[in-house]
């Protein structure tokens, strides 16, 4: 469902989180679809391309944020679409995949996450914001 600031997905296999992301984001106007791992999220962006953001964790089952990462890079349609990883391996940098920056540590506050997704989410187009 379109609206005024676009849609989000969430990727994340920790229900809880997925929920109070969810509930902020809606908050603040946004559309939001979760995926409970990379696999799910991959399923969804080839059905709709128009998100503005994927809020990605980099530690899921079945597929995780780097396979994810991998396969949406190498796909022409999805590659366009900004992440942003979240994790709580910020202090190791070498597990934060290098296309997916910037990055929020796990717990992060929700000024952070919102302000973090104003600076790098792409606008949504017109068809999307009405």
């Not at 997905?9 to 908050?27: A, E, F, N, T």
């Not at 990883?85 to 910020?90: R, V």
Request: charged share 25%; no cysteine; proline share 8%.
């Amino acid at each position: 469902m379109p609206v005024a600031r676009g849609r989000i997905l969430v990727v994340d296999d920790d229900p809880d989180l997925r929920r109070v992301l969810v509930s902020i984001l809606v908050d603040e106007g946004y559309g939001v679809v979760e995926a409970a791992n990379g696999a799910d999220a991959l399923e969804i962006l080839r059905e709709d391309r128009s998100f503005i953001l994927i809020l990605l964790d980099l530690v899921m089952p079945v597929l995780d944020g780097w396979q994810f990462r991998e396969e949406q890079s190498g796909d022409p349609a999805l590659a366009l679409i900004p992440v942003v990883a979240m994790s709580t391996y910020a202090s190791h940098g070498e597990h934060v995949p290098p296309q997916a920056t910037p990055y929020l540590e796990k717990p992060f506050r929700a000024s952070v996450l919102l302000g973090i997704i104003k600076t790098n989410a792409r606008a949504p187009t017109i068809s999307e914001s009405r």
